[in-house]
């Protein structure tokens, strides 16, 4: 079992940044491919960024390159997700989510999930 717990969210101007961490218990974080993903109210959750174990491979979603890094320190067993250039359509709840295997996009092929922290961005 592999317990998550994300913070760093708030309220940022648009052009802002904030850098989102999730912290892993239960088990070495080392084992698992990390993800980000987000749900604005009424839409579905999605992709936004994935890391594998080694952090030698990263995937953004198309909407997030060039303003968004994943990074991870598998030492402290923590996953970072750093937003640059934030826009009003980036609000949403942040949920980091881990899997075993490979890198993928698809929210249900993360089995363990945090509870989500709010990033709400204003114009």
């Known amino acids: 079992q592999v317990q998550l717990v994300e913070s760093g969210g708030g309220l940022v101007q648009a052009g802002g940044s904030l850098r989102l961490s999730c912290i892993a218990s239960g088990r070495a974080l080392s084992s698992y491919t990390m993800g980000w993903f987000r749900q604005a109210p009424g839409e579905e959750r999605e992709f936004v960024a994935a890391i594998s174990w080694s952090a030698d491979r990263t995937y953004y979603a198309d909407s997030v390159k060039g303003r968004f890094t994943i990074s991870r320190d598998n030492a402290k067993n923590t996953v970072y997700l750093q937003m640059d250039t934030l826009k009003p359509e980036d609000s949403a709840v942040y949920y980091c989510?881990?899997?075993?295997?490979?890198?993928?996009?698809?929210?249900?092929?993360?089995?363990?999930w945090g509870q989500g922290t709010q990033v709400t961005v204003s114009s």
């Open positions: 989510a881990a899997r075993i295997t490979s890198l993928v996009a698809a929210p249900s092929e993360y089995r363990y």
